[in-house]
């Protein structure tokens, strides 16, 4: 089953920044392309030249983006993980959640939620019929999807997720 139970602070997840574009450089830029960038770069954004807090700032984020493209190993990570970031953009992948937020049913100061994991959820409907208010079926896909948490009982999620 591909029905999954996360607290809220899980399902969030940031952005990673294209140290590339922040740089001005191609993705296949070699070490001392990367080197000039961050040099002249750095230069523009110093605290002394622009402004203590936002140079601060600016100077801590081209740090890491020269520390992590001069590592060949922390480089090819940030690669992987900017090509599915990319991928995810395309898809229209956003991270927002499908589901409605309620309370109706819920333990007080529930801050758990249900998802459907979509890649291992096989189109069974059981979650559906065990929980048909929190669960419905994406028919462009196939799949389950938790339209709304918490408008069954959590007797019928937890038997929905079972199934």
Not at 10 to 39: C, H, M
Not at 85 to 98: L, S
Not at 113 to 131: L, N, P, S
Request: hydrophobic content about 40%.
């Amino acid at each position: 089953m591909g029905v999954r139970v996360k607290g809220l602070a899980q399902r969030e997840e940031a952005k990673i920044v294209d140290f590339y574009e922040l740089l001005g450089v191609s993705d296949d830029a070699d070490l001392a392309t990367i080197k000039r960038a961050y040099y002249s770069f750095a230069m523009e954004c110093h605290p002394d030249v622009s402004g203590d807090e936002e140079g601060h700032d600016m100077c801590v984020l081209l740090n890491e983006a020269y520390a992590i493209l001069k590592n060949p190993e922390l480089r090819a990570l940030h690669d992987a993980d900017l090509a599915q970031q990319r991928e995810d953009d395309e898809d229209g992948f956003t991270g927002v959640a499908y589901s409605k937020w309620t309370t109706r049913k819920a333990k007080p100061g529930e801050d758990r939620a249900v998802f459907v994991d979509e890649f291992t959820c096989i189109g069974c409907k059981q979650c559906v019929w065990a929980a048909p208010a929190t669960f419905r079926m994406n028919e462009d896909y196939g799949r389950s999807r938790v339209f709304a948490q918490w408008l069954n009982t959590e007797d019928d999620i937890q038997c929905a997720i079972g199934a």
